[in-house]
């Protein structure tokens, strides 16, 4: 459970931090990206067989059977309706990585798209992986690793870990496309791409570039990519690439920010938001009702009737929290400590930082998720 105080002792840690240490140097290779080295998702349809009972009920999913044997030579009647139990509809889906080529193995992912309660034991048969452009790129198959398990008694009852509607088969596909990636071969120039765009660290990636591998060698295009001029013969490329992308940068810190998330109550705010002067008193107003019917009963001879008689009690308490005094430029920890000194928990400092954004006595950006 999220409390107070490991909340306020984090942000504490991370103001300390951030006021000890600076950004330290990172590879170009973990900050940024060659162009045109990128993933491409693929998806298939298939099926899951072998399954304890635990398969679809879906009439899609015999359709999916009979044109599956029928391609295979077998001669069903037209009118059969298969409503096997183990046996599920499935989709398979994988990322392609760049430089793919025939007959590497990659990772499935197969996810059950029926009612199938489970596919632990199954089988996926063989699966064509297509592309966005609607081409096969891989073929998958084999056997599924599901790390949930679901258990059910006759009397209703039932339990339920992870989730067993979801498995993965490591290496389960065979590449049998290759994405063409001529523009590395033939381009007379590497495109990197910051994973944060960043014209501060897009510079320093420029200057350190060329003090390793001399004047002119990259130059900025914008916030996001670095030129760099490589050679032409696609041997000498590849060491090229490796030399840039090992090259140590700093990069710049991140912009003042901070992140709530309302439904876990989780505060992450960075070392570089300062606040302006400002005081804040923070107090909880408590309404308590309580209902306390009493029953008047009559006498033995009399003629009346038993009645209750509603009686409520309504009590309200107010927190007498202090004011406490921001002054011009304070950093994180000075606002941890003084949000932690009147006992403010994560949806009290919540509420404190929005009034802040909204006073404009906060430097930062208040993102909400």
């Given at each position: ?275 302006q002067p400002a005081a804040v008193s923070h107090g909880n107003l408590s309404v308590t009702i309580s209902e306390r019917p009493q029953v008047s009963q009559p006498g033995p001879f009399a003629k009346g009737q038993t009645a209750v008689t509603p009686k409520s009690d309504v009590t309200i308490e107010e927190e007498k929290n202090q004011m406490f005094l921001f002054n011009p430029g304070v950093s994180l920890n000075e606002i941890v400590q003084s949000v932690n000194n009147v006992g403010a928990g994560p949806s009290d400092l919540m509420a404190i930082l929005e009034a802040l954004k909204a006073a404009g006595a906060i430097r930062a950006e208040l993102i909400i998720i």
């Amino acid at each position: 459970m999220l409390t107070k105080n490991t909340v306020l002792s984090a942000l504490l840690a991370l103001g300390l931090m951030g006021v000890a240490t600076t950004s330290p140097a990172e590879r170009i290779k973990d900050i940024a990206t060659l162009q045109g080295m990128r993933s491409n998702q693929l998806i298939g349809y298939g099926l899951v067989v072998g399954l304890n009972s635990s398969g679809d009920k879906t009439k899609f999913t015999g359709q999916t059977l009979v044109n599956m044997l029928t391609r295979l030579g077998v001669r069903l009647p037209p009118d059969l309706d298969p409503k096997a139990k183990n046996i599920a509809a499935v989709s398979v889906v994988a990322d392609l990585p760049p430089f793919a080529k025939p007959g590497q193995k990659i990772d499935v992912t197969v996810s059950s798209i029926g009612d199938s309660k489970s596919l632990r034991g199954g089988v996926l048969l063989l699966s064509p992986l297509k592309g966005a452009d609607g081409q096969v790129y891989a073929m998958a198959q084999g056997n599924l690793v599901v790390s949930g398990v679901s258990a059910s008694g006759q009397s209703g009852s039932s339990i339920t870990v992870n989730n067993p509607s979801v498995g993965r088969i490591n290496g389960g596909a065979t590449v049998e496309r290759s994405v063409g990636n001529a523009a590395f071969a033939t381009s007379k120039e590497l495109i990197l791409d910051l994973a944060t765009p960043d014209f501060t660290t897009a510079n320093r990636v420029v200057e350190a570039i060329n003090r390793e591998l001399g004047a002119n060698t990259a130059k900025a295009i914008d916030a996001t990519s670095i030129s760099v001029r490589s050679p032409i013969n696609p041997a000498q490329k590849v060491m090229f690439a490796s030399m840039v992308e090992n090259i140590n940068v700093e990069p710049d810190d991140a912009s003042a920010r901070i992140i709530i998330n309302s439904r876990t109550g989780t505060v992450v705010i960075n070392g570089k938001v300062t606040v302006q002067p400002a005081a804040v008193s923070h107090g909880n107003l408590s309404v308590t009702i309580s209902e306390r019917p009493q029953v008047s009963q009559p006498g033995p001879f009399a003629k009346g009737q038993t009645a209750v008689t509603p009686k409520s009690d309504v009590t309200i308490e107010e927190e007498k929290n202090q004011m406490f005094l921001f002054n011009p430029g304070v950093s994180l920890n000075e606002i941890v400590q003084s949000v932690n000194n009147v006992g403010a928990g994560p949806s009290d400092l919540m509420a404190i930082l929005e009034a802040l954004k909204a006073a404009g006595a906060i430097r930062a950006e208040l993102i909400i998720i």
